[in-house]
């Protein structure tokens, strides 16, 4: 095995760790240098060993197996240091080991184009041309992997999916290893054949079909996500439609008690003049019973937070949950009433779809909504649950209304929070789950 075998070795797999690093970096689980450094440099000898044995088998098959081993090698120890299942790592590794294919593919062809024939292994301009070729596509890697890879991950951590897509990557691999790589050299030098347009296509064929894959399930998510608002915005808007329609049936019972009330001074003056004070005590306290104007709670002076507040207690007790709201509002809040309603929305929301998801009648979800200090809005939802929280290694949980997609509501709720400075907990223990937030005036910039 000689070095410029080992430098080639080198460039090949060197890349694929730097690119993992800079992409996945914030993913890794004791992001410590000396154990990433430690788990590359242990990495890298397996790769050197089964280079030297690679660069001694006679068979396609005997180099399969040997490319499959260092690469398992590499899928485990990124497995266990990222938060990544296996599956995706598989994934993962797999492409940028298709990158790394590619470039070695295109330094033979460009080799090829300028000398004529096809080069041996130890040849050191494949070096050069290795180095060159990374550095160049080193970028567009890097801007695949962040725009494409990491929100298709991380949109759909959990998602089945991934226990799928891996085979497309390995079949690719599988066919750059048992056929393009031993036929190469043995294309002839004359102009025009068709080696030139090989690297050309087989790059267009891989990392397209990635694309495609990757932006397919990026859209599936996003599309969930606007679904998922959407609802949200049309609970909100009925919320609003229903608060109107108390406001007008108020206004029509306002004109009629204004109507009758001068009816009821009449008889109170009557039995003022006659001094029947017998009388006026019973008509009292027959008129005490009466109930003039039913109105829904108020829990507070906002009209859209009371709205939306009637709404979600009218929906709990359907659910035969027992809620309680404690408000004390002020008139100026550091949030929007937008804002706010997302917040309250999102929270709500998932609090009574616990509860319905919930077989034991012990139901519950209680809110406390007030200003502390005339600055900062403390906003804290608890309900009670049944079942498992699934929750990422990031902190984000994941939706119980669609299995393996992360939840989008309490990452708005979060992001309101993060906008304005804000603190926010999230506790689930005992069947009690619990978001408490603090937010203050300023936004972020």
Request: aromatic letters at 12%.
């Amino acid at each position: 095995m000689t070095g410029i075998y080992m430098i080639n070795s080198l460039l090949f797999v060197v890349p694929c760790i730097l690119l993992l690093y800079l992409a996945f970096r914030d993913q890794i689980k004791t992001p410590r240098p000396p154990i990433i450094l430690t788990a590359a440099a242990v990495y890298l000898l397996i790769v050197l060993a089964a280079s030297r044995i690679y660069l001694g088998a006679d068979t396609p098959m005997k180099k399969v197996l040997l490319s499959g081993l260092s690469q398992l090698t590499g899928i485990f120890i990124f497995s266990a240091a990222s938060s990544y299942t296996f599956s995706q790592s598989f994934f993962i590794i797999t492409v940028v080991k298709n990158y790394s294919e590619n470039v070695l593919l295109f330094s033979y062809q460009i080799y090829f184009m300028a000398t004529g024939r096809m080069p041996e292994e130890s040849v050191r301009a494949i070096s050069y041309i290795m180095a060159a070729l990374s550095l160049a596509a080193f970028p567009l890697i890097c801007l695949f992997y962040k725009k494409l890879m990491r929100p298709a991950l991380d949109y759909t951590q959990s998602l089945i999916i991934w226990r799928l897509v891996w085979v497309i990557p390995t079949c690719n691999s599988l066919i750059y290893t048992m056929v393009i790589a031993p036929d190469i050299s043995n294309y002839t030098s004359y102009p025009g054949n068709e080696f030139f347009v090989i690297p050309v296509f087989w790059s267009m064929l891989t990392f397209a079909s990635y694309g495609v894959l990757l932006r397919t399930i990026i859209a599936i998510s996003r599309n969930a996500e606007l679904r998922e608002k959407l609802y949200l915005t049309e609970i909100q808007i009925t919320a609003q439609q229903k608060h109107m329609r108390l406001l007008q049936t108020r206004i029509q019972e306002t004109s009629r008690v204004r109507h009758d009330i001068r009816h009821h001074f009449l008889v109170l003056g009557n039995f003022a003049r006659n001094k029947d004070l017998e009388g006026l005590e019973r008509y009292l306290e027959k008129a005490s019973e009466l109930s003039f104007l039913q109105s829904e709670k108020v829990y507070c002076d906002n009209s859209a937070v009371n709205a939306l507040l009637c709404y979600y207690k009218e929906q709990a007790e359907k659910e035969h949950a027992k809620i309680a709201f404690q408000v004390s509002l002020i008139e100026k809040i550091p949030v929007t009433d937008t804002e706010l309603c997302i917040i309250l929305g999102n929270l709500l929301e998932n609090a009574v779809e616990a509860c319905r998801r919930m077989v034991s009648s012990d139901r519950f979800i209680w809110l406390e909504l007030s200003m502390i200090s005339g600055e900062l809005l403390m906003v804290s939802v608890k309900n009670s649950y049944e079942g498992v929280i699934h929750q990422a290694q990031d902190g984000a949980f994941f939706s119980s209304k669609m299995k393996g997609r992360r939840g989008i509501g309490i990452s708005s709720v979060l992001s309101i929070a993060e906008k304005y400075h804000g603190m926010s907990r999230v506790e689930y223990e005992d069947q009690i789950f619990r978001v408490s937030l603090l937010l203050s005036g300023g936004q972020v910039s």
